[in-house]
């Protein structure tokens, strides 16, 4: 079962600009995840923010985290075609050592030139 | 490293017959985990092994599935007989442990069953 959900599941927008997309969950986690993948490649791990945590940056990215509201959103600025991807949140959960990453669907999101 | 390597990237295989899915994660990552992805049902985590122990199989779909890994360098997925439903891109991931981590995912194998 999906236990992020990303929001939009489709984002459309112009070089140059931001793109914000967001996740919500359903359970307690121990972190919150974002990956990229590009058509037809495998996930790629972009950031990692922890339940004690309420902001990260990385670059052009910036993830929040708000736990009591149980989303998480990811932020990026200044947007290039290269970023033509989608995007993933996944979560991993409090239950010990061997819990696991639970991905959502996605966000197709395409950055046009 | 060359990172978590997969082979082979595109299987077309006849409805019936077996097919073995094989990986070989990063040299020193003791998670190993195999997902599914399709359109439908997005990605789907089918198995995990703990320094090559299998620690979760719930998500393996049928007794069709199976999965084994023999050493911390290689580890296969196997599916017999296969059905045009088990169609679906076949990723493989390792990581380190400790939570804190995150996946580097394999390139993926492409699996069509007709």
């Known amino acids: 079962s999906q236990q992020g959900e990303e929001d939009p599941q489709a984002l459309s927008i112009q070089e140059g600009e931001n793109a914000t997309m967001n996740c919500s969950y359903k359970t307690s986690i121990n972190n919150l995840q974002w990956y990229r993948q590009n058509s037809g490649r495998g996930l790629v791990h972009l950031i990692l923010i922890r339940s004690n945590e309420r902001e990260k940056h990385s670059g052009r990215l910036r993830v929040t985290l708000d736990t009591s509201k149980k989303s998480s959103s990811l932020l990026i600025t200044a947007s290039r075609a290269a970023d033509t991807a989608s995007y993933f949140c996944?979560?991993?959960?409090?239950?010990?050592?061997?819990?696991?990453?639970?991905f959502g669907k996605g966000i197709t999101l395409s950055v046009r030139p | 490293d060359a990172g978590v390597i997969q082979s082979p990237r595109h299987e077309v295989t006849e409805m019936g017959q077996e097919v073995t899915l094989r990986c070989k994660p990063i040299s020193g990552h003791d998670y190993l985990f195999w997902y599914r992805q399709t359109m439908m049902r997005g990605l789907e985590l089918l198995i995990y092994?703990?320094?090559?122990?299998?620690?979760?199989d719930s998500g393996m779909p049928e007794d069709r599935f199976s999965a084994k890994m023999p050493n911390a360098s290689f580890s296969t997925l196997k599916i017999q007989p296969s059905e045009p439903r088990d169609s679906a891109v076949y990723f493989c991931?390792?990581?380190?442990?400790?939570?804190?981590?995150?996946?580097?995912f394999g390139s993926g194998t492409r699996l069509t069953v007709v």
């Open positions: 092994f703990n320094n090559n122990v299998p620690i979760d």
């Open positions: 996944a979560t991993r959960t409090n239950s010990g050592a061997n819990s696991k990453l639970t």
């Open positions: 991931a390792s990581s380190l442990s400790g939570g804190g981590y995150g996946y580097t």
